[in-house]
């Protein structure tokens, strides 16, 4: 076997292929593009589904957005979509860079510098284009 690629490198190229075949459309299809699809819900509306709603002495949606950034950065930031849009909710729930930076590098202690290094990459991503989107 000649090809440096991996089998699984090798089954996804295969995929790919298979997918264009039923679909030409996907030859240029970017899934950061796809996540665009996806509206960020306002404040008010997270606050709603997910901040006290339990109880009224809960936590707000922006702490439990920090959480679940915190969550997925201990998983090894391995759910690339799920970090992005996490960070775009944490924006309109009113978090500033600080504190999703902050809590991506606190997660360095438990999850290792490689998690926290791969979380900051996408939530920076996230918020170059959220400057541009403001301008």
Same mark, same amino acid.
């Given at each position: 076997?000649? %090809?440096?690629?991996?089998?699984?490198?090798?089954?996804?190229?295969?995929?790919?292929?298979?997918?264009?075949?039923?679909?030409?459309?996907?030859? =240029?299809?970017?899934?950061?593009?796809?996540?665009?699809?996806?509206?960020?819900?306002?404040?008010?509306?997270?606050?709603?589904?997910?901040?006290?709603?339990?109880?009224?002495?809960?936590?707000? =949606?922006?702490?439990?957005?920090?959480?679940?950034?915190?969550?997925?950065?201990?998983?090894?930031?391995?759910? %690339?979509?799920?970090?992005?849009?996490?960070?775009?909710?944490?924006?309109?729930?009113?978090?500033?860079? %600080?504190?999703?930076?902050?809590?991506?590098?606190?997660?360095?202690?438990?999850?290792?510098?490689?998690?926290?290094?791969?979380?900051?990459?996408?939530?920076?991503?996230?918020?170059?284009?959220?400057?541009? %989107?403001?301008?």
């Amino acid at each position: 076997m000649t %090809d440096p690629r991996t089998p699984f490198e090798l089954m996804m190229a295969q995929a790919q292929e298979m997918a264009k075949a039923f679909n030409p459309a996907l030859e =240029s299809f970017n899934p950061k593009e796809f996540e665009k699809l996806w509206p960020t819900m306002p404040k008010d509306f997270m606050e709603f589904w997910f901040g006290r709603g339990l109880s009224k002495e809960g936590l707000d =949606s922006k702490t439990r957005l920090l959480l679940t950034l915190a969550g997925l950065t201990m998983q090894g930031a391995q759910a %690339d979509t799920a970090v992005r849009m996490t960070v775009r909710h944490l924006i309109e729930a009113g978090a500033t860079k %600080d504190e999703i930076a902050e809590t991506i590098a606190h997660m360095s202690m438990f999850a290792g510098l490689p998690a926290m290094t791969r979380a900051m990459e996408l939530a920076r991503a996230v918020m170059e284009d959220n400057k541009d %989107d403001a301008s």
